[in-house]
Each structure stands twice: as C-alpha cells, then as structure tokens.
C-alpha cells in the first residue's frame, strides 16, 4: 500500500516568506508526528497529533512555527516568516495507534531559506 | 543529560567484522525502546525493537541494560550494505501523556571493503 507521501520534495524559499508543508499519513494511521533534521544532524521532535487528542506541541521551536491535522488524515506545518536557520529537512511520520507504535516516514521536505 | 546520547562516530569497520555500539537515555520511565536506521538522505526505517530480554534478528542483536539505562545493537559479519547511520530511539513521556518516541543523533558506520 501507498505510504506516507509529503510535499513539495523541495522548497526554496526567501527569508520573510510564509511556507506550507503537507504531509499524507498512511491511510488508517491515528498518530502523525512532524520532526526537522538539519544536515547531518539527529531529528528533532516538533510536534504530535493522536486521533482527537489536543497535540503535543512541546517541540515548535518559536511560536512561528504551526501545524494542523484535518480530518484525522492530512497535516500541514506552516512556517511564518521563515529565517535561514529554518532550512532543514521537515519529516512527517505515523504510526497506527500509540506513540510507540513503528513510526513510517515520509521522504521528507527540504526547505531552503535563502 | 541528553534524553537519548549515541556516539556519532564514524565506526570504520572491514567487511565482515563485528561492529557493536550503544545509546544511553536519562528517563528511567521508558518503557519501550528502538533502533531504526537511516541511509544517507533517506528517511529513518525501524531496524528492530528492543525487547527486556534481548532479541536477535538475523546478524543484528540488541540487548536493553535497564539497570545502567542502555540499548546496544550488536552486527555480525558486517556487509557493505549495513554502512548507514543507527538511530537510538526511546519512547518519550510528557506531562501532558501524550507520548513519542525521541530519537538519538545517531551512530555513523562505515563498512569498508
């Protein structure tokens, strides 16, 4: 079956602009998460959707950072006002239930901000 | 202390040798623990879990040290095609329940020919 799919592959974007990423979870899957990984650093939790439960929001590193789930299904992160250091690959995952659940990934967005 | 500390490496290792490296985490809740694998520019994929007992999957073993609060993933015969880097992960407790997984930086091998 179809996996969890994200675009654009690639984003580049000028510092100041606003970027919406969007994540397909697997079809069935109640928990999505968002992390960034920054060249050749580990991943970095940024947030946490399961089923109807409030997120957890813990890991947004400024309050310029958001992200929906609609549906139970599709997410999207947006950025505000994007500074270079935002550059990163964003990575969206889901697992079927709890937390800790196997964890799917999807190939990632690379964001570029110049 | 890092929730999830992994050597980063890189582990030079010869074809067919055995390469072992471990992760330390600090929350002495975790209750369930992983090493997933990432390719260079890939996504990260479940390598194995690691079980109380230790478990094995074909030349991979982990093993769970409660007691020192460390996972081990032990290689056997190592392949060119195991150069990758190792995420430790370990699930993730908040106060407010909703949990994750939190994931190491991870170890670099290098199998070399």
């Known amino acids: 079956g179809a996996g969890v799919s994200q675009s654009p592959s690639n984003k580049v974007t000028e510092k100041g602009k606003d970027v919406e990423l969007r994540c397909d979870p697997i079809?069935?899957?109640?928990?999505l998460y968002w992390y960034r990984q920054s060249l050749g650093q580990g991943l970095e939790f940024l947030i946490y959707?399961?089923?109807?439960?409030?997120?957890?929001k813990s890991g947004l590193p400024s309050d310029r950072f958001s992200a929906e789930r609609t549906g139970g299904s599709v997410s999207t992160l947006t950025i505000q006002r994007t500074q270079q250091e935002d550059s990163a690959v964003y990575l969206c995952a889901s697992s079927l239930g709890a937390g800790v659940d196997e964890q799917f990934f999807g190939p990632g967005t690379r964001l570029t901000v110049l | 202390r890092k929730e999830v500390e992994q050597d980063p490496g890189p582990f030079n290792v010869p074809e067919g040798a055995t390469v072992a490296f471990n992760c330390t985490y600090s929350?002495?809740?975790?209750?369930?623990f992983f090493w997933y694998r990432q390719d260079c520019r890939k996504e990260p994929k479940l390598l194995m879990s690691?079980?109380?007992s230790g478990n094995e999957d074909g030349r991979f073993t982990a093993q769970l040290n409660r007691a020192s609060q460390y996972i081990s993933l032990l290689i056997r015969d190592s392949k060119l095609s195991d150069s990758a880097t190792y995420l430790c992960v370990v699930n993730r407790t908040s106060g407010g329940g909703a949990d994750g997984l939190t994931f190491g930086k991870g170890t670099h091998l290098i199998i070399q020919p």
């Open positions: 959707f399961q089923g109807n439960s409030a997120p957890d």
């Open positions: 929350n002495s809740a975790s209750q369930s």
């Open positions: 690691v079980y109380s």
């Open positions: 079809s069935g899957h109640t928990a």
